[in-house]
C-alpha cells in the first residue's frame, strides 16, 4: 500500500509541474502580446526552468548520500549523475553564447516568425517532458510497460517538435511549411526566413540549429533506452533511464530560454 501511495504521489507531483508549466507559458505568451517586457519574460523564464531542474531533472540527488564501496552500483549511478551533470553545464555555455550572440544581433527585437508557431511546438515539448517524467517514474516503480509506453510518447512529440523546426520553420518542405503556417495565421507571400537574411537569420538558424542538433541526439537515446527496456535491463538498475529523462529535459531547459528570445521579445526585426 505504502508503494502504491508513493508511486501515485510521484506521478501527482509530475501532472502538478505540469500544470505550472502550461501556465507560465501561456502567462508568457501573454505577457510578450500585452506589457511586452523583458523584465517579466526572463523571469518566468528563470521559474519553468528552476522547475524543470528540480523536479524533473532531479538536481537533488547530486546531494544524495550514496551508501556501499567504490564497486557498488549505487556510488557508480552517484559518479555517473555527478559526470553527466558536468557535461550539461559545460555544454550550457554553449547555448548561453548562442543568447548572447542574439542579443548582439538583435537587440530588443526578435526574426519574423510565427508567434502561435513558436507557442505551439513549445507546448509539443512540454507535453513531451512531462511524459518523459512519467515513463521514468513507472519504471522505478515496477511498470516497465509503462515506461515503453510513455517512452514512445515522449520519442513522436520530440519527433514532432523536431519537425516543426526542421520542415515548417526552416522551409525544409516550401509546400508543407506555406500549409502549416496558413493554419496558424501567416499571411501568404512572406518572405521565408533564411540563413542568409541577415542578422535575424544567422541568429534563428545558428540556434534553432544547435538545439535541433540536441533534440535529435536526445531522440536516439530515448531509442536506446526503449530497445534496452523493452529487454528487461533497467528493471533493477535505472539509472541509464535517468540519465536519457536528464537529457531530455536540459533539452527542454534550453528551449525555454529560446523560445521567449527567438518569438517574444521585443518587436519584430525590421
Known amino acids: ?17 505540469f500544470v505550472y508549466l502550461a501556465v507560465l507559458t501561456l502567462i508568457e505568451f501573454g505577457i510578450a502580446l500585452t506589457f ?20 524533473y ?19 557508480k549511478s552517484g559518479t555517473n549523475r555527478l559526470g553527466l551533470w558536468l557535461f550539461l553545464i ?7 553564447g548562442l543568447l548572447i550572440m542574439r542579443i548582439n544581433l538583435l537587440g530588443l527585437s526578435h526574426p519574423h516568425v510565427n508567434q502561435s508557431l513558436g507557442l505551439f511546438v513549445t507546448a509539443v515539448l512540454l507535453i513531451s ?54 493554419i496558424f495565421g501567416e499571411p501568404e507571400g512572406l518572405e521565408p526566413l533564411t540563413p542568409s537574411s541577415g542578422p535575424p537569420g ?29 529487454r528487461g535491463l533497467y528493471d533493477e538498475k535505472h539509472y ?8 531530455w529535459h536540459f533539452v527542454d531547459v534550453v528551449w525555454i530560454f529560446f523560445y521567449p528570445a527567438l518569438y517574444l521579445v521585443g518587436t519584430v526585426f525590421q
Request: glycine content about 10%.
Open 129 to 182: 517532458s512531462f511524459f518523459m517524467n512519467r515513463g521514468e517514474t513507472l519504471l522505478v516503480n515496477g511498470d516497465r510497460q509503462g515506461f515503453l509506453n510513455n517512452t514512445v510518447i515522449t520519442f513522436v512529440l520530440g519527433l514532432a517538435f523536431l519537425l516543426g523546426v526542421v520542415v515548417i520553420e526552416w522551409h525544409a518542405i516550401p509546400s508543407i511549411a506555406e500549409f502549416v503556417l496558413g
Open 36 to 55: 511586452n517586457s523583458v523584465v517579466l519574460l526572463v523571469a518566468v523564464a528563470l521559474v519553468k526552468a528552476a522547475l524543470v531542474a528540480y523536479y
Open 240 to 247: 541509464p533511464v535517468e540519465a536519457a529523462a536528464v537529457y
Open 90 to 96: 559545460s555544454d550550457s555555455f554553449v547555448f548561453g
Open 202 to 230: 544567422a541568429a534563428f538558424f545558428m540556434m534553432t540549429g544547435m538545439h535541433a542538433f540536441h533534440v535529435l541526439t536526445g531522440l536516439i537515446l530515448l531509442g536506446i533506452v526503449w530497445l534496452n527496456g523493452r
Open 1 to 17: 500500500m505504502a508503494h502504491t501511495q508513493e508511486k501515485s504521489s510521484m506521478l501527482g507531483q509530475g501532472v502538478f509541474i
Open 57 to 75: 531533472m532531479h538536481v537533488y540527488k547530486l546531494n544524495a548520500d550514496h551508501e556501499g564501496d567504490e564497486n557498488s552500483y549505487e556510488y
